[in-house]
């Protein structure tokens, strides 16, 4: 806990850039009945029967101190998948880098044994030297500013039926832009002083 606080209080450096990441999954589902539209004093009205339309993945990272998000929706979730997530903010995202700063939780997805069931030992080797990995703690996942981003997307975007993966991408983008637009910097108050006070039931006793 103590090392990703740490993180948070370091300032801006567009070298050593630092980005939060978050993932969770959607199912896609259709409506069995086509919805009867608005009328004059009438709401529109859906029918409760669904149709399942598959499960797909959404990852997203935020730049906290740049007020950047993105949203990435895939059709899976694989070691593979996460592996391309991590290529793409390497090279397409922070190319100038010398290092980002990455934080997320201990997923088993998440670790640079990914990068090498996705590339050849070479590139593998090299997207994992651009990357200054921090992981939150297990059961604290709290920590990471991505999935407090996720949160959000999760109440102002997912929180209805979505029919298909195009349509899911397009609204997922659609949130993004407006977050960006409106959401601004990420500002985290909560410090290493602030956790050993309010949890120093965690903290080792030492007793003499």
Not at 36 to 42: A, D, K, T, V
Not at 86 to 107: C, F, G, H, S, T
Not at 118 to 126: G, N, Q, S, T, V
Request: glycine content about 4%.
């Amino acid at each position: 806990m103590e090392d990703v606080l740490e993180v948070y209080t370091r300032p801006y450096d567009s070298l050593r850039p630092q980005v939060c990441m978050d993932e969770t999954s959607k199912q896609l589902l259709r409506d069995a009945k086509e919805p009867l539209p608005m009328e004059p004093g009438r709401v529109e009205r859906r029918d409760y029967e669904y149709e399942r339309g598959g499960v797909v993945k959404l990852f997203l990272f935020c730049e906290p101190l740049q007020g950047r998000r993105w949203v990435d929706v895939t059709e899976r979730r694989a070691r593979t998948d996460w592996a391309h997530q991590i290529k793409e903010l390497v090279d397409e995202r922070y190319p100038q880098a010398e290092q980002i700063v990455l934080v997320m939780d201990n997923l088993n997805t998440h670790t640079p044994t990914s990068l090498y069931e996705a590339f050849d030992p070479k590139e593998a080797r090299r997207l994992a030297q651009k990357l200054e990995i921090h992981y939150t703690p297990k059961h604290g996942s709290w920590l990471n500013m991505a999935e407090l981003e996720l949160s959000v997307l999760s109440r102002q975007c997912l929180d209805r039926r979505m029919p298909d993966f195009q349509t899911l991408k397009a609204e997922a983008r659609a949130w993004q832009e407006r977050r960006d637009e409106k959401g601004g910097k990420i500002e985290w108050r909560f410090r290493t002083d602030d956790a050993r006070i309010k949890l120093k039931r965690l903290y080792p006793s030492l007793q003499e």
